[in-house]
């Protein structure tokens, strides 16, 4: 059984920084993309960035040149560098991970339990 756990997250002040990881157990032949969303209380979960096996990531306009998304595929982790957070990232954020089955090669979609984000004074 596919799992992630997310870890990383905590209280921070407005202009600090926290790096989120993401690491994966179970069985799997391979990640494509990984990524991480975020929901905030009465809002819909959104992107906030995405990086494919190959290294092309995909950022939120809203959160682009303050977090930095990375993955190390040989331990099939990924990570979200945040700086210069503000009140307005305030969240919790998911991992996300699509895997390629060992026996049916075909895509499923994992997500972690998420972890609380909070910028505040």
């Known amino acids: 059984q596919v799992q992630l756990v997310e870890s990383g997250g905590g209280l921070v002040q407005p202009g600090g920084s926290l790096r989120l990881a993401c690491a994966t157990s179970g069985r799997i032949f391979s990640f494509n993309t990984m990524g991480w969303y975020r929901q905030a209380p009465g809002k819909q979960r959104e992107l906030v960035a995405a990086?494919?096996?190959?290294?092309?990531?995909n950022y939120a306009d809203s959160v682009r040149g303050r977090f930095t998304i990375s993955r190390d595929n040989a331990e099939n982790t990924v990570y979200l560098q945040m700086n210069s957070l503000k009140p307005e990232d305030t969240a919790v954020y998911y991992c996300?991970?699509?895997?390629?089955?060992?026996?049916?090669?075909?895509?499923?979609?994992?997500w972690g339990q998420g972890t609380q984000v909070t910028v505040s004074s």
């Open positions: 990086v494919t096996r190959g290294g092309i990531t």
């Open positions: 996300n991970a699509k895997g390629i089955g060992i026996l049916t090669r075909s895509e499923t979609v994992y």
